[in-house]
């Protein structure tokens, strides 16, 4: 279908549809979603829309009522959401797209009940350690949910606990902690989900096999080592100089693994994205910017390399779909 849809938008564009007659023609061919399929689109995209709003407005509503209700109130009423939650959780199943966005409502609104304790008893804690319980809590429901999307709120989790320890501790512990040495253990860890997730899909788990999921881990990836790079490129301050070598190594590994194995466009196109700005950063550096000829050579290297890198993922794009 992909392939026909391709062809057909192929043929408008050298001129062998008539003016007028393409959705026609993608019609004739089957091609375009019917009725059916807008249906079932709008169905889960309601079910999941529901489900977060439901949490979300749970949160709100305590942030609005706060002086207003007694602390018995609070924790109660957020005890008989979770309560209502597992409980739907427990008669839809698993299976079912709505179990499913119960659970996923279930995990936040247990977040809400974190939060509400800790606001409520002033317990001392500091913030890190809510997001570090909290990913704790639902890891065992992660383990069994088997559901992508709580498995990217539970690395979301993992992140903010572990960038907010560093800014708390950073100040006492001085370059142990420092903003740089962050920036490599997020990196470590969503590489190491992004290539733990994208080897247990190609074993044979379907669910894992969502691309949406394991274009997030490659986005947060892939930001973090352009990141690092750029730092050691500029000669930042206590910049490691592990950031471009590493970074040609991240590039090589992903046009390997999304060029020639997994084909991902979307992956390719942030390496693209990736080699404008580390370009465009080393031009800025050796180039001297008190001549007005300079910010425009940086201007057309950026342009250059952007028409360059679009025609490429085009070209790899129809590559793809013969």
């Known amino acids: 279908m992909r392939s026909n849809r391709s062809d057909i938008l192929d043929w408008s564009d050298q001129g062998r549809i008539p003016h007028g007659r393409l959705r026609a023609a993608l019609e004739l061919a089957g091609v375009l979603p019917g009725a059916a399929d807008w249906r079932k689109f709008l169905d889960r995209m309601l079910l999941w829309l529901g489900a977060v709003m439901l949490a979300a407005g749970t949160i709100f509503f305590f942030a609005f009522n706060w002086d207003e209700m007694g602390r018995l109130a609070k924790i109660g009423l957020v005890e008989m959401l979770l309560a209502a939650a597992i409980v739907s959780l427990w008669r839809l199943g698993l299976e079912r797209a709505s179990g499913k966005a119960a659970l996923f409502g279930t995990c936040i609104v247990a977040g809400a009940l974190f939060a509400l304790i800790g606001q409520i008893y002033q317990t001392g804690a500091d913030t890190y350690e809510l997001f570090a319980v909290w990913a704790i809590a639902i890891l065992p429901w992660a383990l069994v949910g088997r559901l992508p999307?709580?498995?990217?709120?539970?690395?979301?989790?993992?992140?903010?606990?572990?960038?907010?320890?560093?800014?708390?501790?950073?100040?006492?512990?001085?370059?142990?902690?420092?903003?740089?040495?962050?920036?490599?253990?997020?990196?470590?860890?969503?590489?190491?989900?992004?290539?733990?997730?994208?080897?247990?899909?190609?074993?044979?788990?379907?669910?894992?096999?969502?691309?949406?999921?394991?274009?997030?881990?490659?986005?947060?990836?892939?930001?973090?080592?352009?990141?690092?790079?750029?730092?050691?490129?500029?000669?930042?301050?206590?910049?490691?100089?592990?950031?471009?070598?590493?970074?040609?190594?991240?590039?090589?590994?992903?046009?390997?693994?999304?060029?020639?194995?997994?084909?991902?466009?979307?992956?390719?196109?942030?390496?693209?994205?990736?080699?404008?700005?580390?370009?465009?950063?080393?031009?800025v550096k050796n180039a001297r910017l008190n001549d007005a000829s300079a910010y425009l050579l940086i201007g057309l290297l950026v342009i250059g390399l952007s028409a360059a890198g679009g025609y490429w993922l085009k070209q790899v794009a129809t590559q793809d779909d013969q």
């Open 149 to 283: 999307v709580l498995w990217i709120l539970w690395l979301a989790l993992v992140n903010l606990a572990l960038s907010l320890y560093f800014l708390t501790f950073g100040v006492f512990w001085g370059m142990l902690f420092a903003p740089q040495k962050l920036l490599w253990l997020l990196f470590g860890l969503n590489t190491l989900a992004l290539v733990v997730w994208e080897g247990l899909a190609a074993g044979g788990i379907e669910w894992l096999r969502e691309r949406w999921s394991v274009r997030i881990l490659a986005t947060a990836s892939g930001g973090l080592i352009t990141a690092l790079a750029l730092q050691n490129l500029l000669d930042w301050r206590h910049a490691s100089q592990w950031g471009v070598p590493l970074w040609f190594v991240w590039m090589v590994a992903a046009y390997l693994l999304y060029r020639l194995r997994v084909k991902d466009v979307y992956v390719l196109a942030l390496g693209v994205l990736s080699v404008i700005v580390l370009a465009a950063a080393f031009l």
